[in-house]
């Protein structure tokens, strides 16, 4: 499966600064997804980054405040600006990849950084 | 409406012990599939497990299998023989769809503690 170095691993920021956290996939994907987890909660989809056009956000996520670039097959960043301490969470991207199931032959399923824990104070 | 409901926000078993995580789903759709995660205290989402809407017999992998009962759309997930390294979060989540930008909807997770 793919494997994907995801960087910082924890950061702690003053408010109103801004963080960017780098996800860097050892093979090529048509598609990247950042993850926001706010402490205690579940997964929530940020945005969906493709090479070479404009990432699409969710409801409730706007660009201004987590920009993201995909400038190739292989890496994408999510700045997360002006950082309140409502921002302290969990980030983490994923991709689609095809994996080997067992019984099912092959499926797709999705494989996740290992995670950015932001503070912000 | 919540798509993905998990009832269990937390679980308390005996280690050796099988143990059953709930998982309810609500699409329209006819093609989905079913994930499960697990998530240790360090934050990484682990893969354990899937299950396509198509799919006619369980998913099994190692110590992990699925309870699919379509027909009241829950997507169970039992761990046999619980080991103390099984206390986790575990989330459920679906994906919808076999066309376009496919994304994962996750469930509000069942935080699970194995006793020795």
């Known amino acids: 499966s793919a494997v994907i170095s995801q960087k910082p691993s924890r950061d702690i920021c003053q408010r109103g600064t801004s963080l960017t956290i780098q996800c860097q996939v050892d093979?090529?994907?048509?598609?990247m997804f950042w993850y926001r987890q706010q402490p205690g909660q579940s997964l929530t989809l940020i945005a969906t980054?493709?090479?070479?056009?404009?990432?699409?956000?969710e409801s409730g996520f706007v660009i201004d405040k987590f920009p993201i670039s995909r400038p190739n097959l292989t890496f994408s960043t999510l700045t997360v600006s002006n950082m309140s301490p409502e921002d302290s969470s969990i980030y983490l991207c994923?991709?689609?990849?095809?994996?080997?199931?067992?019984?099912?032959?092959?499926?797709?399923?999705?494989?996740f950084g290992s995670g950015t824990r932001l503070t912000v104070v | 409406a919540q798509k993905i409901t998990q009832t269990q926000p937390g679980m308390f078993v005996q280690e050796k012990e099988a143990v059953t995580l709930d998982c309810t789903y609500d699409?329209?759709?006819?093609?989905?599939?079913l994930f499960w995660y697990k998530q240790p205290s360090s934050g990484e989402m682990i893969f354990l497990i899937y299950?396509?809407?198509?799919?006619?017999q369980n998913a099994t992998e190692g110590r992990y299998s699925l309870n699919f009962q379509k027909a009241r759309k829950s997507a169970n997930l039992v761990i046999s023989a619980s080991q103390l390294g099984d206390s986790a979060m575990y989330f459920c989540?679906?994906?919808?769809?076999?066309?376009?930008?496919?994304?994962?909807?996750f469930g509000q997770g069942t935080r699970l503690t194995i006793n020795p």
């Open positions: 093979s090529q994907v048509t598609m």
């Open positions: 299950q396509g809407s198509y799919d006619e």
């Open positions: 699409t329209s759709d006819q093609s989905y599939g």
């Open positions: 989540a679906m994906r919808e769809g076999i066309q376009g930008a496919q994304k994962l909807v």
């Open positions: 994923s991709v689609e990849q095809p994996r080997t199931l067992k019984g099912l032959g092959t499926g797709i399923v999705y494989t």
């Open positions: 980054a493709n090479q070479g056009s404009e990432a699409t956000y």
